[in-house]
Every structure is written in C-alpha cells, then in structure tokens.
C-alpha cells in the first residue's frame, strides 16, 4: 500500500512559480509516478508522470515547457516546478502511482491507470 501527501500548494500570481510535493509512504521505487489536475467544474486531466528511475518523463503539452516533473527516491517524494503560471492552471493538483514493476517506459496519461491517489493541494493563480 502506497500513501501520498501533497503540499505546497498556494496563492501565486500569473508569472509566479510554485513547487509542489508529494511524499509517498512505504516504497514507491517500483511505480511510475504522475500529477493530475482538476480545475473547477472541469474533468480531472493528466499533466506529467515520471518513471520508476525518474530517467522519462511526459508532460501535458499545455503545460510543456513551463512545468518540470522529478523525483528523489531515497525522500521518497515526487516534485512538480511550475513556472510561468497562468490564471488557467489554477486547480486541485493531485499526485497519484502506477505500479511499473522493473519497466522504465511505463508511463501512463490515464487516471485509470493509477492505483494510488494523494488528497491534492489547491494552486490558485490570479491574473
């Protein structure tokens, strides 16, 4: 079983960066890892995922080149950098694990896809 706390979340304005958390308990060395957004009455949506070794990453290309996924496997945390914020990305980001085993390709867009799910932390981004 896998727990995931997010954190850092806030008030930021358009322009601003934030850096969001997410602490994992228990191993998560063999689960791909990934952040999801959902913005107020809108479908949650993918926006980046990190394999086992954190060697590949995929990025939503609404957020390319503004946001960074990464990974610390010995703190067991996941990081999401978001730069060049916009009023558009404010939503509830959520971390959430895929189990990848030893594959370092597993990189998976769907929500379906994750077994695990963090509560979310709210990013607000006024313009």
């Known amino acids: 079983q896998v727990q995931l706390v997010e954190s850092g979340g806030g008030l930021v304005q358009a322009g601003g960066s934030l850096r969001l958390s997410c602490a994992a308990s228990?191993?998560?060395?063999?689960?791909?890892m990934g952040w999801f957004r959902q913005a107020p009455g809108k479908e949650r949506e993918f926006v980046a995922t990190?394999?086992?070794?954190?060697?590949?990453?995929y990025t939503a290309d609404s957020v390319k080149g503004r946001f960074t996924i990464s990974r610390d496997n010995v703190k067991n945390t996941v990081y999401l950098q978001m730069n060049s914020l916009k009023s558009e990305d404010t939503a509830v980001y959520s971390c959430?694990?895929?189990?990848?085993?030893?594959?370092?390709?597993?990189?998976?867009?769907?929500?379906?896809?994750?077994?695990?799910w963090g509560q979310g932390t709210q990013v607000t981004v006024s313009s």
């Open positions: 959430a694990a895929s189990w990848a085993q030893y594959s370092d390709y597993h990189l998976p867009r769907l929500q379906t896809d994750y077994t695990y």
């Open positions: 990190i394999s086992r070794t954190g060697s590949n990453t």
């Open positions: 228990g191993r998560t060395f063999g689960y791909t």
